[in-house]
């Protein structure tokens, strides 16, 4: 079984300043991560994922992500915040290919100018 | 590629009635579907998993009769929300992955539901 924790529903940073969306999982095999970003009352969009390849993973606009095993967690990051980063983020985390995912409750991110 | 396309966007209609949503891969095809249903300001939770040309499983707690599932070739997954209540209003989303590999979900863009 897997699970994922997002530590923080709401995050607000300036313009220009990094940010960090904690996530931290629970598997009880090697695991596939992702990070979702949500847009009001939009799907899901992926901005990377983690699939037992390079650690460090880099996505789009910008964002990246590090999977550190030994502390069971994949942050994302991104160097400088910009206005159109405001939106909802979503850790996930599945077992396999094409199985199923879990997600994280979110974490709502607001950039103040 | 790997476009996720779901109608209708918004939807709304009376208690007792039947709604149905649809759920497509535009450019690849996708043994399995999920459908997964969103309250306001919460996380996706999943409702079933959808696999072509066989019966959908079910979330333990999902009501298979209420909400029925179709998967009828590999490009459409239907989602039926049977007799439908307000409590079922809701924003349902689908995903789908592509029949091999990279392994992640690609997303539609969701269905607005609300049951006057």
């Known amino acids: 079984a897997q699970s994922v924790t997002q530590l923080g529903s709401h995050v607000s940073v300036s313009e220009g300043a990094l940010v960090l969306l904690r996530c931290n999982y629970s598997?009880?095999?090697?695991?596939?991560l992702f990070w979702y970003v949500q847009y009001p009352n939009q799907g899901l969009q992926l901005l990377l994922k983690?699939?037992?390849?390079?650690?460090l993973v880099k996505g789009i606009n910008g964002f990246e992500a590090e999977f550190k095993k030994s502390e069971t967690s994949f942050h994302l990051t991104k160097p400088s915040a910009h206005m159109s980063d405001a939106a909802e983020y979503f850790c996930?985390?599945?077992?396999?290919?094409?199985?199923?995912?879990?997600f994280g409750t979110g974490t709502r991110l607001a950039v103040r100018p | 590629g790997a476009v996720v396309s779901q109608h209708p966007s918004r939807v709304i209609c009376k208690s007792g009635t039947s709604v149905k949503i649809e759920c497509r891969s535009l450019?690849?095809?996708?043994?399995?579907m999920f459908w997964y249903r969103q309250f306001p300001k919460q996380s996706l939770m999943l409702m079933a998993t959808?696999?072509?040309?066989?019966?959908?499983?079910?979330e333990q707690g999902v009501e298979k009769d209420k909400f029925l599932i179709n998967h009828a070739s590999l490009t459409l997954s239907t989602l039926t929300v049977t007799s439908a209540h307000p409590e079922d209003s809701s924003f349902y989303i689908c995903?789908?992955?592509?029949?091999?590999?990279?392994?992640?979900?690609?997303f539609g863009p969701g269905t607005r539901l609300t049951v006057t």
């Open positions: 450019d690849f095809q996708a043994t399995t």
């Open positions: 983690y699939t037992s390849a390079a650690t």
């Open positions: 959808s696999n072509e040309g066989s019966k959908a499983t079910y």
């Open positions: 995903s789908a992955g592509p029949l091999a590999g990279p392994y992640e979900q690609y």
């Open positions: 996930a985390v599945s077992g396999s290919s094409g199985d199923k995912l879990t």
């Open positions: 598997s009880s095999v090697p695991p596939y």
